[in-house]
Nanobody, 118 residues
Framework: QVQLVESGGGLVQAGGSLRLSCVAS??????MGWYRQAPGKQRELVAA???????NYADSVKGRFTISRYNVKNTVYLQMNSLKPEDAAVYYC??????????????WGQGTQVTVAS
């Protein structure tokens, strides 16, 4: 069982910045990423990063958000700049573990609230 501990959410004015952090209790997690879910909407991918540093972003956050990863400490970060009211959501850290037999397990953090005031 992999545990993910998130931090860094909060309230920010539109145009401001926040940085989210997520620490995993295990290594060999690949990829790691962030999803978000706003009220009444489905959970969506925000950004993901592999252990080799390859990244993937939702179109809505490209150029504003940056995902990074510190493999030694099993930590992933999401730097969010130029925040907009529509970025407000609960942000969830996600980690994927694939066994030697190819079975995939998805793990989720408890979620951290991001509120953007207009």
């Amino acid at each position: 069982q992999v545990q993910l501990v998130e931090s860094g959410g909060g309230l920010v004015q539109a145009g401001g910045s926040l940085r989210l952090s997520c620490v995993a209790s295990a290594s060999s997690i690949n990829p790691m990423g962030w999803y978000r879910q706003a009220p009444g909407k489905q959970r969506e991918l925000v950004a993901a990063i592999t252990s080799g540093g390859s990244t993937n972003y939702a179109d809505s956050v490209k150029g504003r958000f940056t995902i990074s990863r510190y493999n030694v400490k099993n930590t992933v970060y999401l730097q969010m700049n130029s925040l907009k009211p529509e970025d407000a959501a609960v942000y969830y850290c996600n980690a994927v573990f694939i066994t030697v037999t190819g079975r995939r397990y998805d793990y989720w953090g408890q979620g951290t609230q991001v509120t953007v005031a207009s």
